[in-house]
């Protein structure tokens, strides 16, 4: 593949389309390109905001905000052990410890406070007698 140069708006438009779910020659065609080189710009996007295992995602599930952290990658989809301290706890009974969320459904990328990267080291003591 060609290196290509997306511009923000195109990249806009192309992340936009592919969270509806339209098909490469739609996007193509509201790019106003050729099939060939449409794929190659859906492609490189698809590369750059495709998640990885691990993330922190906030997503929409039946109307309501939803955390998870991405266990497993899928084509299009991402398995999703949910974090249940930040989400409905009345949706346990229907999807319990894990769920499949879309890409096209993920709202945004979480990043999680850990203490343990702020906590200060003690100082050392002064050994001098």
């Known amino acids: ?8 708006e195109t990249q806009e438009l192309v992340e936009t389309e592919l969270r ?21 710009i859906i492609d490189a996007i698809k590369e750059k905001i ?3 295992v691990g993330e922190n995602i906030a997503f ?15 084509t299009n989809s991402a398995i999703v ?3 249940w301290d ?7 009974d229907l999807m319990e410890e894990k769920t ?16 343990t990267e702020h906590m200060m ?5 002064d050994t001098e007698e």
């Open 60 to 74: 929409t599930f039946r109307g309501e905000h939803m955390e998870g952290t991405i266990e497993k990658l899928l």
């Open 1 to 8: 593949m060609a290196d290509v140069k997306i511009t923000d």
């Open 121 to 125: 080291e003690e100082p050392e003591e």
């Open 81 to 83: 052990v949910v974090d």
């Open 100 to 115: 499949v969320v879309n890409f096209k459904d993920i709202d945004a990328f979480l990043k999680k406070f850990d203490i």
């Open 86 to 92: 930040n989400s409905p706890k009345h949706l346990y």
């Open 20 to 40: 509806k779910g339209a098909s490469n020659s739609r996007i193509a065609n509201l790019l106003d390109l050729p099939y060939k080189e449409a794929v190659e």
């Open 50 to 52: 495709r998640p990885e």
